[in-house]
T-cell receptor, first 111, second 113 residues
Framework: GESVGLHLPTLSVQEGDNSIINCAYS??????FIWYKQESGKGPQFIID?????DKRQGQRVTVLLNKTVKHLSLQIAATQPGDSAVYFC??????????FGPGTRLSVLP | EPEVTQTPSHQVTQMGQEVILRCVPI?????FYWYRQILGQKVEFLVS????????KSEIFDDQFSVERPDGSNFTLKIRSTKLEDSAMYFC???????????FGEGSRLTVL
């Protein structure tokens, strides 16, 4: 069935290093993807999105890559900072109106 | 910056009691959603709402759940008879269009005893 999943449930990186968070999706019909950041006790916060007609999109310190051939999405965070510590979810827009969320990756930034 | 607001931030209730969670979506948005997140787990879709009716719902959204937009600003989720397993964080979200970013509220934590 349709599913969105993450390869790594936890990721620890040194402050200043780059982070890469991965996500796999199974619905080839999905045409819109969002990365959300969730800090403890808060709601998901939009980071960056990408549509299926693109393979790369850049924001401030973040880049999302979409590989439709292998149904893979990644979030790259440059120069990771302590404030980046959070759980990161990818969300896939399917044929209906609801987004399907992946299980989340916890990013821990080490000093 | 416009935001989705939710009340209450935390509600504790006895099993079998009715609970109403309230949300004020962003004012010019047309699509409204409820999601839930059991502690430590992923965000799960419950229901979407457009043009004063449910447009899609998940298996979780059974007969114990209902949604309503009683006026031009509020969007509510009612759980008729709460169960222990309803304990979770409930997030309201809204979007301007069918495609585009979902804006989430800060959530309402429901604890069922």
């Amino acid at each position: 069935g349709e599913s969105v999943g993450l390869h790594l449930p936890t990721l620890s990186v040194q402050e200043g290093d780059n982070s890469i968070i991965n996500c796999a999706y199974s619905n080839s019909a999905s045409d819109y993807f969002i990365w959300y950041k969730q800090e403890s006790g808060k709601g998901p916060q939009f980071i960056i999105d990408i549509r299926s007609n693109m393979d790369k999109r850049q924001g401030q310190r973040v880049t999302v890559l979409l590989n439709k051939t292998v149904k893979h999405l990644s979030l790259q965070i440059a120069a990771t900072q302590p404030g980046d510590s959070a759980v990161y979810f990818c969300a896939e827009k399917n044929y209906g109106q609801n987004f399907v969320f992946g299980p989340g990756t916890r990013l821990s930034v080490l000093p | 910056e416009p935001e989705v607001t939710q009340t209450p931030s935390h509600q504790v209730t006895q099993m079998g009691q009715e609970v109403i969670l309230r949300c004020v979506p962003i004012s010019n948005h047309l699509y409204f959603y409820w999601y839930r997140q059991i502690l430590g787990q992923k965000v799960e879709f419950l229901v979407s709402f457009y043009n004063n009716e449910i447009s899609e719902k998940s298996e979780i959204f059974d007969d114990q759940f209902s949604v309503e937009r009683p006026d031009g600003s509020n969007f509510t989720l009612k759980i008729r008879s709460t169960k222990l397993e309803d304990s979770a964080m409930y997030f309201c979200a809204s979007s301007a269009g069918l495609t585009g970013e979902l804006f989430f509220g800060e959530g309402s934590r429901l604890t069922v005893l």
